[in-house]
């Protein structure tokens, strides 16, 4: 049976945070989740690459590693993976339809997310993975991958305000959820946070007893390469004292902070006995890949930066990256764009456009779940220029390639073309290239 045939049913019961459905839904199936030890990693960015270095790493030291992240850009494989590997298509088809036959007639229903993470629990103990990095899909305290007992570490990347709508209007009320990953005496690692989030966040540390870790960012060495400082005094000093260079394979000055967050992380569980060697963070970390997160791709002969950025942190961090380039030297950046409409549209204009810009709006064509639509793109226009009234162009355009035509057709051969706004834009880019 097809994948979305199984799955896109479920949809319509839209975002519907809760434990109670996923767990009776667990028992049903033999509680596949207390079988796997996990790392649980929340954040509003961030968590997806730590989950890929982690991953890539702890694969490379021999271990069998499931990997849980959302959403996906291609295909629903790539949320669920074996040692680096999506699992195949007939697998996660018949996974499915166990899942689906345990909904009996009656119960709750059970949201497309809750489906899939049952089926990812399902297939890690199925294959009895060593070990299973599970990224949080929204929030943390009421996820649907919250109900992991026991976990060896929890992570919390970052905090910024986003999803405000489900999580609460203040980034305190943010971290209040994320920090609901926690578990008693289990320890946590915690990237750069804000003060307001970090204090909550701590708090509920300090209540359950949990181990704090705050590694500082790596520093970057040479092009492509940084170092660690492990351990230390203060709250690591748990830790042994030591210094490891490693490759950077991601782009962004934020990896040199998100794979610190993975070294810590992978620090706290070898306290925990998992043997993993310098050669295999090395080789790990080398081999990481993480689609969609300033991605260098080309489009009809010329060259193309990917990113989601969809919230005004990673704006923020893609601006930088591209601020940093050589190659950019100032010049007029050409943005394809497209935002669903809950985002903070303004404050993500604020950080990429600058006067000379040209911008492509583009609507998003998927709808994730009911009542997320694609923002109006005549109000993004509008904001827009009143933001950056010095913009050289902005255009609206029925699809993304359409607007991709039109960009290539203006910018000179080494004029920048940034897509962003969306992963599920970048999704839409990514499929035709598959």
């Known amino acids: 049976m097809d994948i979305d045939s199984v799955i ?7 975002v519907h945070l809760g434990l109670d459905r996923i767990v009776k839904l667990l028992a049903k199936l033999g509680n596949p989740h207390l079988k796997v030890p996990v790392i649980h990693v929340a954040g509003t960015n961030g968590k ?28 629903w494989t790539e949320r669920i993976c074996l040692n680096e590997q999506p699992i195949p298509s007939e697998e996660l088809s018949q996974l499915l339809e166990k899942v689906q036959a345990a909904i009996r007639a009656g119960d709750e229903p059970a949201t497309q997310f809750e489906v899939i993470t049952t089926a990812a629990w399902l297939y890690f103990a199925q294959q009895q993975v060593d070990i299973a990095v599970v990224e949080v899909g929204l929030g943390g305290r009421l996820d649907a991958t919250n109900v992991c007992l026991q976990p060896l570490v929890t992570v919390i990347t970052s905090i910024s305000r986003e999803h405000w709508q489900q999580l609460g209007s203040t980034v305190a009320e943010i971290a209040r959820e994320k920090a609901g990953i926690l578990k008693p005496r289990c320890p946590v690692v915690i990237g750069l946070l804000p003060p307001d989030a970090e204090k909550v966040v701590r708090s509920r540390a300090l209540e359950l007893q949990c181990p704090i870790f705050k590694p500082q960012p790596s520093r970057q060495i040479a092009p492509g390469w940084a170092e660690y400082e492990g351990g230390g005094a203060g709250e690591q000093g748990e830790l ?49 890949q993480w689609l969609g997160r300033m991605q260098w791709t080309t489009w009809k002969n010329h060259k193309l930066l990917l990113d989601g950025a969809h919230n005004p942190a990673a704006a923020k961090v893609l601006r930088e990256y591209i601020d940093s380039l050589n190659t950019v030297n100032n010049k ?15 404050d993500i204009f604020a950080a990429l456009l600058r006067p000379g810009d040209r911008l492509y709006l583009v609507p998003i064509p998927v709808e994730p779940w009911p009542g997320r639509t694609s923002a109006d793109l005549h109000k993004l226009a509008s904001l827009a220029y009143n933001l950056c009234p010095n913009l050289s162009d902005r255009q609206i355009h029925p699809d993304l390639f359409t607007a991709l035509n039109s960009a290539t057709s203006t910018a000179t051969t080494n004029d920048l073309i940034v897509l962003c706004g969306s992963l599920y834009l970048v999704g839409e880019f990514l499929q035709t290239q598959a």
């Open 240 to 288: 042994a004292h030591h210094f490891i260079k490693y490759p950077l394979p991601l782009a962004g000055q934020i990896q040199l902070s998100n794979s610190a967050l993975a070294l810590a992380t992978l620090e706290v569980i070898q306290q925990q006995g998992w043997q993993i060697s310098k050669e295999a963070i090395v080789q790990g970390m080398a081999k990481t």
């Open 48 to 75: 997806g690459s730590v989950c890929a270095y982690l991953s890539s790493i702890l694969t490379e030291a021999g271990y069998r590693t499931g990997r849980y992240t959302s959403p996906h850009l291609v295909d």
């Open 8 to 14: 896109q049913p479920f949809q319509r019961f839209g």
């Open 332 to 346: 007029p950046i050409h943005w394809v764009m497209g935002m669903f409409s809950d985002k903070d549209h303004a």
